[in-house]
């Protein structure tokens, strides 16, 4: 397997572990443990504290993703080099669409480090959930770079049927739903 093909598979179970994390993030912020569906999942399921999952999972998949963009230059046919990865509009192929890449990755960086204890403390509940709501954003990047990005670095327009290219529209539409529902909870909590 081409090291480039590694990094495609990476960067799909980075958007699909974000997906999850960004679930349980809106799951953890609409008092699920109250909801009627929850209530009649089996004992074991509810046994599961989703606070613990959606910490793990945060974590997992910053190191996936790190994985994902870090071996990119290794492949000499990716004609990536590691600066490339500092100044992603400098790179040799859809360098817009790598830099959204990069932002959604700064952003779950910012999350991760703004929710150590030490610096949520310092930062207040308020300011720390302002900064957490950044996700939203995030999930709408890693989504449109992760559609567009041609896994062979060819350039090529975005084949929709690609079965790799369906998992990231599935994320895309659970997400959209996801957040339909967020708002709606808001709303009707004003
Ligand atoms: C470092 C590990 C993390 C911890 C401990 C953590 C913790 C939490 C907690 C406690 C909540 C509930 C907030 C509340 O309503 O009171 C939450 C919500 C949320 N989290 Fe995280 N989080 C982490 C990382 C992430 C990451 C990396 C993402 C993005 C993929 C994310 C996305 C979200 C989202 C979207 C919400 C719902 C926000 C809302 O609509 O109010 N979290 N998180
Ligand atoms: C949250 C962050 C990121 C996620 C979730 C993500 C996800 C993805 C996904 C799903 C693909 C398409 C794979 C396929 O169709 O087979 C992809 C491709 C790509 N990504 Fe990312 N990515 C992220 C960050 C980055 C960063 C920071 C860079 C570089 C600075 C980068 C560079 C690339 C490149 C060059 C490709 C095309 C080659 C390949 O498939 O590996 N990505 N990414």
Redo the contacts with the bound molecule.
């Keep these: 397997m081409e090291t480039?093909e590694i990094?495609?598979i990476l960067?799909?179970t980075?958007?699909v572990l974000?997906t999850l994390n960004i679930l349980m993030g809106i799951m953890l912020s609409t008092a699920y443990k109250q909801s009627d569906y929850w209530k009649k999942l089996p004992a074991k399921i509810k046994a599961f504290k989703i606070i613990d999952i959606h910490n793990y999972t945060a974590y997992f998949a910053l190191v996936i993703?790190f994985l994902?963009?870090i071996i990119?230059p290794l492949d000499p046919s990716s004609k990536?080099s590691f600066n490339h990865?500092l100044k992603?509009l400098s790179a040799p192929?859809q360098p817009i669409f790598?830099l959204l890449?990069?932002i959604?990755?700064l952003a779950?960086l910012i999350v991760i480090i703004t929710t150590q204890k030490i610096v949520k403390k310092k930062l207040g509940t308020t300011t720390w959930r302002n900064i957490h709501v950044i996700s939203y954003a995030t999930g709408l990047l890693?989504i449109i770079?992760?559609l567009v990005?041609?896994?062979l670095?060819k350039d090529r327009p975005i084949d929709f049927i690609d079965p790799?290219?369906l998992l990231?529209e599935a994320c895309a539409l659970i997400l959209l739903a996801a957040f339909v529902f967020r708002y709606k909870y808001k709303v009707g909590k004003k």
Excluded: N, R, Y
């Design positions: 480039i990094s495609g960067g799909l980075a958007l974000l993703v994902h963009f990119i990536f990865l992603p192929h790598v890449g990069s959604s990755f779950l890693f770079h992760g990005m041609d896994p670095l790799e290219k990231v």
